[in-house]
């Protein structure tokens, strides 16, 4: 019997892990990754390779928590699938499928970079700034030579560090916030005066490696015959403003980072009926939680980037949390014991989430980035469908939400299950069509990742094996 299934061994999965089974309940965590450590304490995929300080650290913390629960790693879930006596997770481990049925769940997805359509952005060459890093931290593959680095908040520098750590000449890092932007907001920041000084300790380096630090600049398309051989910027316009196509230059490079921004991963949140609400900073549905992390449905826990985001701190203290709340939830803390060991975890978290909530405001993002693409450029990569073919679904009353353009045109129909197209169409038709529903998600479909044919051909002969009644008192798995 496991009490707890903790998907996603990032920040909040790890801290959770490790306090519910520090409290005694027998947890199992599952990752996609071959690695533990999310996205933040990202390890290298080598055994043996260098750690950085942030990667030692990481692996202290997942040490940690293999100490108390069982690591399940290489392994997504693919599925969650309400029983009249729980919900069912479905995990996909070396191309087999098997379901498990624990007493409570915890969604420690994560987030992904918000993609950015623009002319060129499908060229090789052109990446979103978290597969930057993913590339140089842990596949320690060096993707250009010459970087430039666009997008907005800490992250870009971060990103133009670790390419230059990993050899990369990054010519430029380019900000969309500019100093002017930020200085009504740089009292109350001040409280927080050491995270300017990781700042500095990221920018000051670029800067004596020639890196040129530009800020008030976006992207505007991606040049180049086969691959990438040229950005061009543009200043970024007044606020509610698109870019201003004057000013525009030209900066060479192979390799273009893009990171204006993350998007919550709520697939299976939704898959488990989950109540959404629009969080008004990232204007995106993510899942209502309550004050011990719980989502609407009972035994569902929600913490870390899943449920909004914060940063790594704010998703280790949801994630501890969230495994006091679910602890309480099953009954193996009373009242009394949760709220006492909740109010350790409490006012760090409000301090965290202050310090989260100031930096849409000192980094917001650029208005306009949907309105850079033009009509050839595709904006589902999958299915190839380009940004005409989806307004003149629009404009022929096909399509009024995400779901009715995917019936339309086939967007979201592919491999990636909508989460790239589904993040940034919304932006780009509601920058040019008034009616259309820009708080519209695909409905989450079965599985959220790709599965093997083989794997499901196997369930679908142990369904026919078992149809008899089962007398484990387990529900009997059902095709759909
Ligand atoms: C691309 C990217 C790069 C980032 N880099 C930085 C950085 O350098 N510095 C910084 O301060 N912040 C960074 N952040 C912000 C960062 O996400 C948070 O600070 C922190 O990692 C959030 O922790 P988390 O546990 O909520 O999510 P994550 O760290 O994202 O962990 C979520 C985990 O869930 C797993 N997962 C998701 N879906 C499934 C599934 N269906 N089945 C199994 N496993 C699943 C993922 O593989 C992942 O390991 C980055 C965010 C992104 C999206």
Redesign the pocket.
């Known amino acids: 019997m496991i009490d707890l299934l903790v998907?996603?061994?990032?920040?909040?999965?790890l801290a959770a892990a490790r306090t519910a089974g520090e409290l005694g309940l027998r947890v199992v965590v599952?990752?996609?990754?071959a690695e533990?450590?999310?996205?933040?304490?990202r390890q290298p995929g080598l055994p043996g390779a260098a750690l950085d300080r942030r990667q030692t650290r990481g692996r202290a913390v997942i040490d940690a928590a293999r100490g108390v629960a069982e690591l399940r790693l290489g392994?997504?879930?693919?599925a969650l699938d309400p029983t009249p006596t729980g919900l069912r997770a479905w995990l996909d481990r070396d191309g087999g499928l098997e379901w498990l049925m624990p007493r409570a769940i915890l969604l420690?997805?994560?987030?992904?970079?918000t993609p950015v359509a623009f002319p060129g952005w499908t060229l090789p060459g052109v990446m979103?700034?978290?597969?930057a890093?993913?590339l140089v931290k842990s596949q320690l593959v060096r993707p250009g030579r010459r970087a430039v680095v666009a997008g907005s908040g800490?992250?870009v520098f971060?990103?133009a560090d670790a390419l230059r750590h990993a050899g990369v000449r990054v010519a430029e890092a380019v900000e969309a916030a500019t100093l002017r932007g930020a200085l009504p907001h740089l009292p109350s920041s001040m409280r927080h005066a050491r995270r300017y000084g990781e700042l500095a300790a990221l920018v000051l380096p670029l800067v004596a490696s020639g890196t040129a630090i530009r800020s008030g600049e976006v992207v505007a398309s991606a040049q180049g015959r086969d691959r990438l051989e040229a950005v061009r910027l543009r200043p970024r316009g007044r606020p509610g403003a698109p870019a201003d196509a004057n000013g525009e230059r030209v900066v060479e490079a192979d390799l273009l980072c893009v990171g204006y921004g993350?998007s919550a991963?709520t697939?299976?949140a939704r898959l488990a009926g989950a109540a959404m609400s629009v969080d008004p900073g990232l204007g995106q549905p993510i899942p209502a939680a309550d004050a011990w992390q719980a989502a609407s449905r009972p035994g569902l826990f929600v913490?870390?980037?899943?449920a909004g985001l914060g940063?790594?701190a704010v998703?280790e203290a949801e994630?501890e949390l969230a495994a006091i709340g679910a602890a309480r939830h099953l009954e193996r803390l009373d009242v009394r014991a949760a709220d006492e060991l909740a109010s350790r975890v409490r006012p760090r978290l409000a301090a965290l989430r202050g310090f989260a909530a100031l930096l849409p405001r000192i980094f917001p993002r650029p208005d306009g980035l949907g309105l850079l693409a033009d009509p050839a450029t595709i904006v589902c990569r999958c299915e190839n469908v380009s940004l005409a073919t989806v307004l003149a679904a629009v404009d022929q009353g096909k399509a009024d939400s995400l779901n009715e353009l995917k019936a339309a045109t086939r967007c979201g129909q592919g491999w990636c299950q909508g989460r790239v197209c589904g993040a940034l169409l919304p932006g780009v038709i509601g920058a040019r069509r008034t009616g259309f529903d820009g708080t519209s998600q695909y409905t989450a479909r079965v599985p959220?990742?790709p599965v093997g044919l083989a794997a499901v051909v196997a369930q679908l002969d142990a369904i026919g094996a078992s149809e008899a009644p089962s007398d484990a008192g387990r529900p009997t798995p059902s095709p759909s």
């Open positions: 998907v996603g061994a990032g920040p909040a999965g599952a990752d996609e990754n533990a450590g999310g996205q933040y304490y392994c997504s879930v693919v420690a997805t994560g987030a992904f970079d979103s700034a978290g597969a890093q993913a800490p992250f971060a990103v993350f991963s697939e299976l913490a870390g980037e899943a940063g790594a998703a994630g959220v990742r």
